[in-house]
């Protein structure tokens, strides 16, 4: 529309016939530079996390997690638990002493451990769940912020497609006047 190009390198008059910018110029969206970072990056995961540097380093690393991964189920916990067991008849014949040194250094450490470490993990993933969900609905907001800055953007057109219009218009007199 010619009215729209004219607007936006001229303006429009105020009451007192004076030019006033036009709305386009007195606002201009700067994108913040953590939105275009965090569409390269994606969500955090656990691997992320994992250290790059140096091949010894990446091995040992890729040791503990899947040792880990093998320690922290319920199958290794049922097996750690048959082989406190074997020990306990002698803890039992041993006397009081026995059986807590057996309760605390074998059946807690191997048993517990296995167990411990399996909860651990629904926690964690379920933490991943909610990571993603966050990040989701940051994105979300995002994107609805920029739909309201298009918004407003074609409401400052719109406004100054009247103002324009008004300034143009013949002025009535006041009334009574």
Request: glycine content about 6%.
């Amino acid at each position: 529309m010619v009215v729209d190009a004219e607007i936006r390198t001229s303006g429009h008059p105020d009451a007192a016939g004076e030019m006033i910018a036009p709305m386009s110029t007195l606002f201009t969206h700067v994108p913040h530079p953590r939105i275009s970072e965090r569409k390269a990056e994606g969500p955090p995961k656990v691997r992320d996390q994992l250290p790059r540097d140096g091949t010894l380093t990446r091995a040992n690393s890729w040791l503990a997690v899947k040792i880990t991964d093998g320690v922290g189920t319920m199958w290794c916990a049922y097996i750690f638990a048959v082989i406190a067991l074997i020990s306990l008849p002698d803890a039992l014949k041993a006397g009081t002493a026995a059986i807590i040194s057996w309760i605390a250094q074998t059946f807690l450490q191997l048993v517990l451990l296995s167990i411990i470490i399996v909860g651990q993990n629904i926690q964690s993933a379920a933490s991943d769940k909610r990571a993603e969900a966050t990040y989701n609905d940051a994105d979300a907001v995002l994107h609805e912020a920029l739909q309201i800055q298009a918004h407003l953007e074609a409401q400052d057109t719109a406004i100054e497609s009247i103002l324009t219009a008004i300034a143009r218009a013949p002025h009535c007199p006041a009334p009574g006047a």
